[in-house]
């Protein structure tokens, strides 16, 4: 017999939607020829099934067509199997067990009781935010009396250490064209003091870096953006401090007598900054020292760091830089954190793979989606893949993850970390859009990465940095209006808020799909 | 082309097994056909592949042939893609977006990073144990000054309410018959204060129930345990109190203006016990009314009652009954306070089907093997599965779970909840010796359940909860010599401490292992 079914009993076969509704997935090997598929069901201390549903079709994967039903539970207790109907009158059966001729030899799946805390939300407003991402040092210059001595022209080919003079006060005077665009989420990329341009090397976790402004900037720009109903999420970056983090400074000095001696992860009896016999982030980079969050004081202090910004500035969310480098402990203590101050606070972690084990409902909402930027970038810009190879595999990754995920999934055509969409399609303006057309109508969350809305170009880091083009005849208007209108479309469309995306190739070079 | 290949970076299918090394499994449907599987490996942030192993066959499951490797992570970040070989100088290769025909079109699996708090650890001793379960009531009665009036005969015909008559005293007095028989490690099903002889309905938390002694015979016990090298694991009911818990008594009391109202799920404004308008165990049973565990105060109450017996009584673990309709939060925390405790305390839960959820490393240690058991009796007690059917499940359930948990499991015939092996097998010595061999030379905590060794026989609860027999007449002694040498051969054999259990069909009637 051939494989047939895949399903289990958790995610992302299985899983609450509320406490009184579960989702089941199936997933059928294509070979595989059947009439429909049914779940029948009740509550686990019944004797036998109560009820039943047909499936419904949701899509074909790489190797698998997708069904779908919602299964009410009114009691929280789920048992249930599914009979395939072969033919008329002809079933088969399968279970936890694997298949079975008859519906009572079927072993059942359970759901045992849907308990409060294990149901997996994600704030509601994620379903109607279109985001932007922003790279503070190079978005705008709102206080040139911030820049530092020393800085290159806004224009200029940015360099892995040019400094261009954007800051906080920039940001908030171009809230308007924000708005305007129809942008209702802002991501900031690091702005606590660091060393460096992009302040991924944390010196200070409690001060706004002095480029950028002050607290009270960071405050006035929430504010501002709140009162146009935009949010702000900052960026976490606590895997790794940067070399001038003090702790990291006494250790340096301090060795082994110093309290901090094991907040790192430090070979041998003296630390070597130049051997670097320490843990850091990546390879041997000496200006970011890995944290250790297993460390009770450092999950302390991490925790603190999240809770002040939202405390003390009104933010509105995190996303988490290199998430998956830390625990999954540290992870579920921060979501308790995070969730208890501001229950409609977002987390968006950065995990360029498959991101299941983060995404169960108890660590992150979603996470930045590159695996739906590469299907993307294959189809519209490389031309490696065809419209059924592109339809299957973005039907994959929708089931990857519970439905709860993909709703606050931030999917991106770029971001900081890759060169510009425009770059990568050659300057192809059709190419772009197209993307464009694909970002604001799946599942998740748009995300545009400043800059790309008006055709700005730019390859790998540092290149794609570059300061956001004010000067009205450098923009590329009729992109941006193209994007107007397509950011407009997806928060006035009902059907475009939340749910799932069925896609398919309807003709060679035509790609339909329904949500 | 067929789907040939399974795997996914997490568990099952990935997980470390300490900081500097990873399993790997992978499944290969079975009419997929190839020579060799190798995996490509080396550090995630390395550009290439610096490391390749051949995976070794580890037996065939019901589709899947099931391929293993552990891979050495020096650094904690690992990448990893398959190099499928088909004849010689004929790859493909299999990454996380599927096949691909080329190594670097393959896109790599990641464990991102290997932390320490996320690997799966278990308690050392497990490898070398046996354990013993003991329904108090019925083992031994020690003190017949306890033994409340309107007690049974010993060996009367148990009742769903009957009293025998069983103490903490008794177990403490055949403690040397347990010693000789091989047993290390003892489970006691409930002995707190409770209504019922079974006392899952549990009155106080904190007292000893008095017909079975006292909190000084409890540390008695467990210090006389300890000398003969045997540990001691109590019962955790606490999805659910009995009707006698004071709060709920409050609650009957007082109604909303109880302080103890969201303690319990109550439908509507006051309680009403006849027609239970509350949540219980099971379905309406008035005397179990479930416990809101999400309620902070239940939540810090109950760890504290698993913190009190360790440190008051020194006990080795929790077995937690109807685990499964638990929160997993209020799990994480229980395992996170035991384990800071007492480092090596086992955690045990109760749940019958695929339990891979709470086996991820942050919950229990291990399970009740009621699947293997199921393997078990249909092989040799209901002759309902052929000798290849059976090693293909167990193959099966021994890659639904990390190799950890599998080292964890409490594996059993029977229980206080199931019809006894001897009366399931029609009274045939044969096969409950053929289960008992299985039983103690599979991966995993052999457990007898009391009274089993020597033959005794008992149908579904309450019938399978007699009085421990212990006049030497009625014991079957040439089985329970058999038992003991085959605890013995469990004990003394390296080879059945930990790792797998290849199994096959040797012949049609002869099943073959390898440990
Ligand atoms: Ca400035
Ligand atoms: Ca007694």
């Known amino acids: 017999m051939d494989i047939g079914l895949q399903h289990q009993s958790n995610n992302p076969f299985a899983y609450p939607l509320g406490q009184k509704v579960v989702r089941l997935v199936v997933q059928v090997h294509r070979p595989y020829r059947m009439q429909e598929i049914r779940v029948h069901y009740g509550d686990k201390y019944e004797t036998t099934y109560t009820d039943v549903l047909t499936m419904q079709g949701a899509g074909q994967g790489t190797h698998f067509d ?55 939300t994600v704030p509601d407003w994620v379903d109607q935010t279109v985001a932007y991402q922003i790279f503070p ?44 665009l129809g942008i209702r989420l802002i991501y900031l990329t690091p702005i606590f003091r660091a060393g460096s341009n992009h302040k991924y090397d944390t010196a200070d976790y409690f001060e706004i870096d ?54 790192f992860f430090i070979e041998g009896d003296e630390i070597d900054t130049e051997a670097v016999n320490y843990e850091t982030f990546a390879t041997k980079l000496r200006n970011m020292p890995k944290l250790n969050l297993a460390h009770p004081e ?87 893949v065809t419209e059924d190879e592109f339809a299957k595999r973005v039907t994959d990754w929708q089931f990857a993850y519970p439905a709860q ?22 300057g192809s303006v059709a190419a772009v859009v197209q993307a464009m057309a694909l970002l604001m109508t799946a599942p998740g969350i748009p995300m545009i990465y400043y800059g790309d809305e008006i055709g700005m170009q730019g390859g790998a880091d540092p290149l794609c940095r570059g300061g956001m083009v004010w000067d009205d005849d450098r923009r590329d ?39």
Chains 1, 2 share one sequence.
């Open 66 to 120: 997708y069904f779908v039903a919602d299964v009410p539970v009114p009691t929280r207790r789920l048992k249930y199997a599914f009979e395939v109907v072969l033919a008329e009158n002809v079933s088969q059966w399968f279970g936890e067990m694997g298949w079975a001729r008859e519906r009572d030899e079927a072993v059942p799946f359970y759901i045992p009781y849907i308990c409060k805390r294990d149901v997996f």
């Open 298 to 384: 450092v999950e302390r202090y991490m925790l603190k760091v999240a809770e002040y910004w939202l405390e003390e500035c009104d933010i509105d969310g995190w996303r988490l830089d290199v998430a998956n480098e830390i625990d999954h402990v540290f992870w579920r203590k921060f979501r308790e954190t995070i969730k208890r101050l501001k229950p409609d606070a977002l987390i968006i972690g950065e995990v360029w793979h498959n991101s299941l084990p983060w995404l169960q409902g108890d660590q992150f909402d979603g996470v930045m989606n590159y695996p739906l930027r590469e299907c993307i970038l294959d189809l519209f810009v490389r031309g490696r």
């Open 405 to 426: 995920a993909q709703r606050a999934m931030l999917n991106l055509l770029g971001s900081h970390d890759t060169e510009r969409i425009r770059t990568l399609a050659g």
């Open 137 to 180: 040092e190079r978005f705008a210059n709102g206080n040139p009396l911030l820049t530092p001595d020393g800085a290159c022209g806004w224009y200029d080919t940015p360099t892995s250490t040019s400094i261009h003079g954007g800051d906080l006060a920039g940001i908030r005077q171009r809230l308007d064209y924000l708005h305007e």
């Open 477 to 515: 208007k009729a992109l941006l209006d193209v994007v107007k209108r397509l950011v407009k479309l997806r928060l006035s469309e009902p059907a475009l808020a939340g749910g799932l995306m069925r896609v398919e190739c309807a003709e060679p070079g035509l790609l339909r799909y329904v949500r």
């Open 210 to 263: 002095p480029q950028f402004g002050t607290k009270d900037d960071l405050r006035a720009l929430v504010a501002d953006a709140h009162a146009r109903g935009m949010r702000v999420v900052l960026d976490a970056v606590l895997n790794h401090c940067g070399y001038s983090f003090r702790p990291f400074q006494d250790v340096i000095r301090n060795g082994r007598r110093s309290r901090y001696w094991d907040w």
